[in-house]
């Protein structure tokens, strides 16, 4: 059975950093091209970035420079690390393969706020 669990979500003010965590099961993971999502209220999902099976990653260009997306195959888990943050990346976050072909998770919520 495919999961998708994302953790490691919160309140924190701006210019406040975030680790998320994705813990993966029921495919082939350590194969799999991965990515992290956002959806912040009344918006569609977006692409925040993406990881190859061997490491190599993008990234929006909204978050560039500020999240770092890793991946821990011997675990099963996906990172997404945040810093700098913004009001303006208050959304859920979610993960999955990068083409989005699987169901998804609940999503972990990050709320940017004073």
């Known amino acids: 059975q495919v999961q998708l669990v994302e953790s490691g979500g919160g309140l924190v003010q701006p210019g406040g950093s975030l680790r998320l965590s994705c813990a993966a099961s029921g495919f082939p993971y350590s194969i799999a091209s991965m990515g992290w999502f956002r959806q912040a209220p009344g918006n569609q999902r977006e692409l925040v970035g993406g990881?190859?099976?061997?490491?190599?990653?993008n990234y929006a260009d909204s978050v560039k420079g500020r999240f770092t997306i890793s991946r821990d195959n011997a675990k099963n888990t996906l990172y997404l690390q945040m810093h700098s943050l913004k009001p303006e990346d208050t959304a859920v976050y979610y993960c999955?393969?990068?083409?989005?072909?699987?169901?998804w998770g609940q999503g972990t919520q990050v709320t940017v706020s004073t």
């Open positions: 999955n393969t990068f083409s989005s072909g699987l169901n």
């Open positions: 990881i190859t099976a061997g490491g190599a990653t």
